[in-house]
């Protein structure tokens, strides 16, 4: 329990989301796929039948809110851990004093803020009470669960996904806030709708955020007669630059390259320049930007335009001369030369397929007519017999077998006729027909 002393802290300068914390499940906004009437969780937690669960979700959707509302709602001692702060040795510390209250017949529910940060030690000291039941456990996390959290631990919890709060959500929980007396209804603060739904926009479905932004505004509102206006001069200065949700190493990273890439290989160049805009005003490397393109020239290009791989090279080394500002304009150049560009993932796909043969024989000899003969015992031995030099052929063709006896007649190179692709896939049809007409 949170001890009282004799400098208590004003209420207003607790900040405006702290104290607008929601405390009942009627007083929580969003997640309604979660929590609306007859959903999956809202039935657990009405019929106190929680067990151990994750909140993966963006900051600011309410994961800690609503494992508070939970611990309130289920009479459970509600214990908030921090992965930021805390080690092994306290876990097991907090872990026999959830012990001891499940003896007297008390539950204990912890909730463990950014949970991705344990290690796997720090995860595994959970385990144990999770399966007797001493804790129900509940995770937070922004980061994608099933790469961050233990195997083990990750399938005694149930995941939920919380979503983004809509702008329509966040512009209720700003209209509450300023007639709520929790909130800024003393301050008697004037704001227009318009300001209200730009106050919601810029918060990008994060509701702290939306809600610390109004806070700001109405402390640097205008004072007229009886209330502080807050006008669009006012608000510009608070929200000078939007924040752009976005993790260099976290899942949004992934989920950003990811739809530029399927953007650019679907050829859809003005989505292509969007994604590839929200990268680097987010602050990502326009290096990594520009490697991925180079991969893609190969992944989904190839030789239905041999070009591409040499114009992606050069928008890489571009951005490595100029860097950021300056090689945002090379990087969407390329971006749109490659997503106009004819596709084939035909060298992709040979790739692959040849690789889940080479896996599967790694030990399987070369042929020795495609070994070296370096030494007279290697030529004794058989090394580099039958080897056939094209060159010394008219044709500058062979009927060599160059694949191992258990591939022979494989195909993994099939060319599209995209593009330049098709004169590839004609000179390699009339090779295979050649060699096919001349072995033995």
Known sequence: MEQTT???????????????????????????????????????????????????????????????????????????????????????????????????????????????????????????????GSIVLIGATTENPSFEVNAALLSRCKVFVLQPLTEDEITALLRRALTDERGLAEQHVSISDDLLRRIAVFANGDARSALSTLEMAALNGELKEDELVVTEATLEQCTSRKSLLYDKNGEEHYNLISALHKSMRNSDADASVYWLARMLEAGEDPLYVARRVVRFASEDVVL?????????????QACHFLGMPECSVHLTQIAVYLSAAPKSNSLYVAYETAAKDAREALAEPVPMQLRNAVTPLMKDLGYNKGYAYAHDTEEKLSSMTCLPDFLEGKIYYRPTEEGLEGRVKARVEEIRRWKQAHRK
């Open 304 to 316: 239905a335009d041999p070009r591409a791989l040499e114009m992606a090279v050069a928008a890489y």
């Open 6 to 132: 004799f400098f208590q802290q004003d209420p207003r300068d607790i900040p405006l989301a702290t104290r607008m914390r929601p405390r009942t499940l009627e007083e929580f906004v969003g997640q309604r796929h979660l929590l609306g009437e007859g959903k999956v969780l809202r039935r657990l937690i009405e019929e106190d039948r929680v067990s151990s669960m994750i909140f993966w979700g963006p900051p600011g959707v309410g994961k800690t809110t609503l494992a508070r509302i939970i611990a309130r709602r289920t009479q459970s001692e509600f214990i908030d851990f921090s992965a930021v702060n805390s080690g092994v040795k306290e876990i097991r510390q907090v872990m026999e004093r959830a012990e001891e209250g499940r003896r007297m017949g008390l539950r204990t529910l912890l909730f463990v803020d950014e949970i991705h940060r344990f290690n796997k030690a720090q995860q595994d000291a959970f385990l144990p009470f999770v399966e007797k």
